[in-house]
């Protein structure tokens, strides 16, 4: 754990704008020489802090107008059905996250589909066939907004 200051957090918040910024950018933006700025990446990198930069693309713009979360209740529990579970549905193209939760399921699937009928084609072809899935629900994503999280 290393101790952040105004302008590490300030630099973490410009990359969550934009992840695309280069140091020279980030420091013009913040009155920091191009090599203080780059230095200051690298420590939060180094650190873990930075884990990486992700391009985010727009799912609709591509085709997929759906997003779907989908919690999953394995039929039978164990290390080798957990395991089983998570290689087999992290080969599914369209589901983008798959998190490993404690309630009601045992996970939750984050899922894009062109339509309501593709979604319905991953969920019976693909989704309902893998091992130990037992029961599902489904819940459309109407809207989503996105928030700059605690350092925002």
């Known amino acids: ?7 590490d957090r300030k630099i973490l918040r410009s990359l969550q704008e934009d992840a695309t910024q280069n140091a020279a950018q980030i420091g013009r933006r913040l009155g920091l020489s191009q090599p203080a700025a780059w230095r200051r990446i690298k420590r939060l990198t180094d650190a873990g802090i930075i884990a990486t930069r992700r391009l985010d693309l727009d799912a609709e713009k591509l085709g997929f107008g759906v997003t779907v979360f989908l919690g999953v209740k394995l039929a039978t529990k164990g290390r080798v ?3 089983d579970f998570e290689r087999a549905v992290t080969a599914i193209p369209e589901v983008l996250t798959v998190q490993h939760v404690l309630g009601l399921y045992d996970y939750r699937l984050r899922i894009i589909a062109r339509d309501l009928p593709d979604f319905e084609r991953v969920l019976r072809r693909r989704i309902m066939t ?8 489904a819940n459309v994503l109407l809207s989503e907004e996105r928030r700059p999280g605690p350092l925002g």
């Open 130 to 137: 893998l091992p130990g899935v037992g029961n599902v629900e």
């Open 1 to 7: 754990m290393i101790d952040l200051d105004v302008l």
């Open 81 to 83: 059905s957990l395991e």
